[in-house]
C-alpha cells in the first residue's frame, strides 16, 4: 500500500474491522460516531501508508489512528477537552470511571424498560418517586416498589 497498491486495503479492513470499530466505540459511546470514525480509520490507513515502519506491529500502528480519530471525533462532537495523550492521574482516573460508567450501564440495559425508565429518572434526573408517579400515572408506593426492585436487581448484577 505504501507504495500505492490498493489492494491490501480489502486484507487490513477484513483483518481489522472489528477491532477499528471495538476501539472507536468504547472512546465515543456511540455507535454511529464509531462507524464514521472505522470509515475514516482505513482512508487514514490508505492516504498515509507510506508512515507505517517496517518491522513493527501493524495492529498497534492501526490502533493508534483509530484510538487519534476517535479522540479528536469526541473532542470535536462532545467537547471534551480531557489530556488523553499523557499517562497522568487525570487520565487514569478518566478511563477507571468510564470502565465503571459502561459497567453500570450494561446492568441498568437488563432491566426492564419501565424499571429502566424509574431508576433514570429517580438517579440521573433526580425526581421525586412522587414526580415519577405522576409521569407514569402510577401511586408513589408503586414507583418506590419498582424502583428498590430494581436497584435490588442492579445489586446482584453488580456484585
Do not use: C
Amino acid at each position: 500500500m505504501a507504495g500505492g497498491d490498493k489492494s491490501g486495503l480489502k486484507s487490513i479492513y477484513n483483518d481489522f474491522k472489528h477491532a477499528v470499530y471495538s476501539l472507536a466505540y468504547t472512546i465515543l459511546g456511540d455507535k454511529y460516531l464509531a462507524e464514521d470514525v472505522s470509515h475514516n480509520v482505513f482512508l487514514k490507513i490508505l492516504s498515509s501508508a507510506s508512515s507505517y515502519k517496517t518491522g513493527t506491529s501493524p495492529k498497534a500502528w492501526i490502533m493508534q489512528i483509530t484510538r487519534n480519530t476517535a479522540i479528536d471525533e469526541l473532542r470535536k462532537k462532545r467537547d471534551i477537552t480531557t489530556d488523553f495523550e499523557t499517562n497522568n492521574d487525570n487520565a487514569l482516573i478518566y478511563k477507571e470511571n468510564y470502565d465503571k460508567k459502561i459497567i453500570v450501564f450494561t446492568a441498568v440495559n437488563t432491566l426492564e424498560f419501565e424499571q429502566r425508565q424509574i431508576v433514570v429518572m429517580h438517579v440521573i434526573a433526580g425526581l421525586t418517586f412522587r414526580e415519577i408517579g405522576e409521569l407514569l400515572n402510577q401511586p408513589i408506593g408503586t414507583v418506590a416498589w419498582k424502583y428498590r426492585t430494581s436497584i435490588n436487581k442492579l445489586k446482584v448484577i453488580l456484585k
